[in-house]
């Protein structure tokens, strides 16, 4: 069954470093998503992307995230300079489409632990 | 802003017995989907159900809406030490919105 994949699962850096966490979304899907949860709180909506640009973002992705798809595969979420509150569950998520009743695949998520 | 919020926080039952979750949220909705997570792990999609069902039924979960109390419950029944995690519900308020997910129930069943 073709599933998202992430890598890193689990990614340490220092403070002010930059780090990219990278996703591959289903073959066929168009529609990705970032969502982060940290410890103990809610799954919380990052940023979708749709036709390579972003569809919509919430109040967290601030200047310091950025999205690409780099290439047909791969779809990254950056982080310029990292910040202690940054440490969270990062999961990628992909769609068929954007309908409200397309299914949200997600990944297994890459932990960022900032130091 | 709409908000699901699940309860109770955390469940703990002994195998075989049934498991009832409830979701509450606050405004409007195109669906509401519940998710599982294991501990540390990615979230698995159990079940979607949009606003003009009631019910529906997959394998051993039934979720249940009720858009005038704005509530929807997840019963796991014949529960096993397998069904152990957090489940989450996600609401969806329009066809492309993005899902907002509750703080989520922790399931302990204990064999």
């Known amino acids: 069954e073709p599933e998202v994949t992430q890598t890193p699962s689990h990614q340490v850096t220092q403070m002010g470093q930059e780090v990219i966490l990278r996703c591959v979304p289903i073959s066929n899907h168009l529609y990705f998503y970032w969502y982060r949860q940290i410890l103990g709180q809610k799954v919380e909506f990052l940023v979708s992307f749709y036709n390579n640009e972003i569809s919509e973002k919430s109040e967290i992705f601030d200047d310091q995230f950025s999205v690409e798809r780099p290439d047909g595969s791969n779809f990254t979420l950056k982080i310029r300079s990292t910040k202690l509150e940054d440490s969270a569950m990062y999961f990628c998520a992909s769609s068929e489409s954007l309908a409200g009743y397309s299914e949200q695949f997600f990944g297994p998520g890459t932990r960022l632990t900032v130091l | ?111």
């Open chain 2, 1 to 111: 802003s709409q908000q699901g919020e699940e309860d109770p926080q955390a469940l703990s039952i002994q195998e075989g017995e049934n498991a009832t979750m409830n979701c509450s949220y606050k405004t409007s909705i195109n669906n509401l989907q519940w998710y599982r997570q294991n501990s540390g792990r990615g979230l698995v999609h159990l079940i979607l159900i949009r606003s003009n069902e009631r019910e529906k039924h997959s394998g051993r979960l039934r979720v249940t809406l009720d858009t005038s109390k704005k509530s929807s419950s997840l019963l796991i029944t014949a529960s096993r030490a397998a069904d152990t995690a957090s489940y989450f519900c996600a609401t969806r308020n329009s066809g492309n919105t993005p899902l907002v997910f509750g703080k989520g129930t922790r399931l302990s069943v204990i064999a």
